[in-house]
């Protein structure tokens, strides 16, 4: 996992220094807020188990360096995750667990005017977990007692920006299981709202 997490932050660093180097603009640098919602599910290789999507939430603080049409966004968040998985003998578990995530995202300004923008990202996510919930059997709340703190995961999606307020709409996924034992990776679609600062 850390060689994954190694090879991912020196593409991103890469890609930044080849943007750096190509741009003709000054860079503007921005800082803001952001919130929002997430639908997590957890992937399963036991053939008894079927993950389902939950609703959760998300809030925290973003950067962001623009650079003519490119741009590179960094944030810090916390999320709020639950899901849940249904058995085959008719029995069901719910999942739920905080996190902190550290997206960064390198984007393209497809429409990029003033006060309006639309855009395309994708990029990589470092995820620290803690406070994890399980009810379920005591056979599925044993094995989650492994619960992998830290994961990898990548990201992408799209989104748009009128003036200081931005939104995007984004998919990812884990690289990592959240547990080793059953092999669980989290999936998200999330839907996030942010404003400018300055």
């Known amino acids: 996992m850390k060689q994954t997490f190694l090879a991912l932050s020196t593409f991103l660093l890469c890609m930044m220094g080849f943007i750096e180097t190509r741009a003709q603009q000054t860079p503007a640098f921005h800082i803001g807020i952001k919130g929002g919602a997430n639908f997590t599910k957890t992937s399963s290789e036991s053939s008894t188990l079927e993950g389902k999507y939950g609703f959760g939430y998300q809030g925290g603080v973003m950067t962001r360096m623009d650079i003519g049409s490119l741009y590179v966004q960094g944030e810090a968040l916390f999320n709020k995750r639950k899901t849940s998985f249904e058995s ?10 905080n996190s902190i995530d550290i997206p960064v995202v390198v984007g393209y300004k497809i429409i990029n005017t003033k006060d309006f923008n639309v855009r395309a990202f994708a990029g990589g996510v470092y995820s620290y977990a803690f406070k994890n ?15 992998d703190k830290s994961n990898i995961g990548i990201t992408g999606g799209v989104g748009v920006d009128y003036k200081n307020f931005t939104a995007d709409l984004r998919y990812e996924t884990g690289l990592s299981s959240i547990s080793k034992d059953f092999k669980s990776k989290p999936h998200s679609f999330t839907l996030g709202i942010g404003y400018f600062l300055f």
Do not use: P, Y
């Open 88 to 97: 085959n003998d008719g029995s069901s578990a719910k999942l739920s667990w």
């Open 133 to 147: 919930n399980l009810s379920t059997s005591k056979a599925l709340q044993d094995g989650f007692k492994n619960f």
